[in-house]
């Protein structure tokens, strides 16, 4: 079956600095791998997914994510966090050949410090 | 093109009450997913439903839970008996297609049970 780690609950950060959030996965053949993102009361963005192709992915609001297969790993990137992406993010994958049945991770809150 | 929408926003039913969550998917969508959130938890894949079929219901409870999603209008979750342990927040995507195709969001309803 598959899963996804999100090993980190909670993560601050200031304005400005780099982001990293980490997600590990699962999975028996090549996954589809997403990045969410969910503000206070609201529902999922995507910010990313992966297919296949290039494993460094870019996203919407500055994100990237690379795919690494060796490591079984996803993790999301930010250069500079900006207040605004205060959030909790969520690292999902789906099933090889797509199919929107996504296993989500727990999640990670971010919060970032002025 | 609106969003996928949900309603009601917020829902509050006494112990062994009927909820009735209502899921519109994007136009052009005949795919709705249906997960729940429980607190401090990630999404956990519920039901699966094209037009009138139910696709994959592997993530409902055997009992007191039921989806539909008939020819016209919304995709339905009903809750039947709800019990504190239902209080949740209910979120529903839609995709045009289930395979290589992104997968969006409402922005949920938050069934409390009192």
């Known amino acids: 079956a598959q899963s996804v780690t999100q090993p980190d609950i909670h993560i601050t950060v200031s304005e400005g600095a780099s982001l990293e959030l980490r997600c590990n996965y699962s999975?028996?053949?090549?996954?589809?791998l997403f990045w969410y993102v969910q503000s206070p009361g609201q529902g999922l963005q995507l910010l990313l997914k992966?297919?296949?192709?290039?494993?460094l992915v870019q996203g919407i609001k500055g994100f990237e994510a690379e795919f690494k297969r060796s490591q079984s790993s996803f993790n999301l990137r930010k250069p500079s966090v900006h207040w605004s992406d205060a959030a909790e993010y969520f690292c999902a994958v789906g099933p090889t050949g797509g199919g929107n049945k996504l296993t989500f991770g727990t999640g990670t809150q971010l919060k970032v410090e002025l | 093109n609106a969003g996928v929408m949900q309603n009601p926003r917020h829902l509050v039913r006494r112990r062994g009450q009927e909820a009735r969550l209502r899921c519109s998917p994007m136009?052009?969508?005949?795919?709705v997913y249906w997960y729940r959130q429980l607190p401090e938890e990630g999404l956990k894949f519920m039901v699966y439903l094209q037009k009138e079929n139910i696709i994959d219901e592997s993530g409902m409870p055997k009992e007191r839970f039921s989806a539909e999603f008939p020819k016209e209008g919304p995709s339905i979750l009903r809750i039947q008996q709800v019990v504190r342990g239902d209080s949740a927040a209910y979120f529903c995507?839609?995709?045009?297609?289930?395979?290589?195709?992104?997968?969006?969001f409402g922005q949920g309803t938050r069934l409390t049970v009192v």
């Open positions: 995507a839609s995709s045009p297609r289930d395979g290589g195709s992104e997968a969006f």
């Open positions: 999975y028996g053949a090549t996954p589809y």
């Open positions: 136009k052009g969508h005949s795919h």
């Open positions: 992966y297919f296949s192709g290039d494993t």
